[in-house]
């Protein structure tokens, strides 16, 4: 993956400084072993899409259409309206990771979107990004029975180009990663999930997440290189620390723009706060730079 130019010219910025002030005194010998964070205007540059919900559902800063969206299913978006249109999901005051937040009272089986074009830095060659937000529930007591994605991205289902991250269906419930390309080139037989070991092999699975009731953790995917030559890469981190990497995702994603969304909590109940995607994939740093920052991506802007 190109080196994104953003990126080069902070990492300068901050060694030259470093070079700067190297003979002005002798340093602490304890601070000499502590590298510096990656600086914040690098996660700035990267920032395509943001929603706090402190000042609505409406994102606070895109790159696209700002608008939440409900539908009564993924199948059924020719009936897409603006707005929750579910009864059991409201944006709620004072309850987030910072400010106000999604709470998801019940099971939600209808779609709510905003939509991927533009919002997502999508690209049919060398495709990466990052895609980062705040949950708050206890999986084992809140989620109701079957499989829970608190974000799926796609323009067709979770096994046909998506990415996602999901708790499984059956407590004590292992939080996964999943990156999957278009479903006619790495499933042509249509062999169930369970049962094909391309589909198993391919997740990222946490056996006993942080997750609990009352705190918030903090949920990071990146991915690179997928539609290119050399093969994609996906990492999942938690509250600012790497869990594992899906690697060699050689299948192409194709996307209708049009159709794409960034689709919320399917199935879930629980807290949603914070949703932020960016326009490269993340280093190790700059995901602990993001996981503590006072205020949260509004620092960004």
């Not at 009564?72 to 249109?85: A, F, H, R, V």
């Not at 006619?184 to 946490?206: A, G, H």
């Not at 942080?210 to 705190?215: A, E, I, L, T």
Request: proline share 7%; hydrophobic share 35%; net charge negative.
């Amino acid at each position: 993956m190109p080196y994104p130019l953003a990126r080069l010219k902070g990492r300068l910025s901050w060694l030259l400084l470093l070079i700067g002030t190297a003979g002005c005194s002798v340093p602490d010998p304890a601070e000499v072993s502590k590298e510096p964070s990656p600086p914040i205007d690098i996660l700035s540059a990267a920032l395509s899409f943001h929603a706090s919900f402190d000042q609505g559902l409406d994102a606070d800063f895109s790159r696209g259409d700002a608008q939440l969206y409900s539908a009564p299913k993924y199948d059924q978006l020719d009936q897409t309206s603006p707005g929750i249109g579910n009864p059991d999901i409201t944006l709620e005051e004072g309850v987030g990771r910072f400010g106000s937040a999604l709470k998801f009272r019940r099971s939600n089986k209808s779609a709510l979107f905003y939509r991927s074009e533009k919002n997502l830095a999508y690209s049919t060659e060398n495709w990466a990004g990052t895609i980062s937000f705040w949950l708050n529930l206890d999986p084992d007591e809140d989620l109701e029975p079957g499989y829970c994605d608190p974000i799926q991205v796609t323009d067709s289902a979770y096994n046909d180009a998506a990415l996602w991250v999901d708790f499984s269906k059956d407590p004590p419930r292992e939080f996964r990663l999943g990156v999957f390309g278009d479903l006619e080139v790495w499933n042509p037989q249509k062999i169930s999930p369970n049962e094909n070991p391309d589909f198993i092999n391919r997740l990222v699975s946490v056996a006993s997440p942080p997750f609990k009731r009352g705190s918030w953790t903090h949920v990071v995917m990146t991915y690179a290189g997928l539609n290119s030559e050399a093969g994609g890469t996906a990492r999942l981190y938690l509250d600012g620390r790497l869990q594992g990497a899906a690697e060699g995702i050689h299948e192409p994603y194709t996307w209708d723009l049009s159709r794409s969304t960034i689709r919320l909590g399917i199935n879930y109940v629980g807290l949603f706060d914070e949703l932020a995607c960016f326009d490269w994939a993340l280093s190790d740093e700059e995901v602990q730079t993001l996981h503590q920052l006072e205020g949260g991506v509004a620092a960004l802007r």
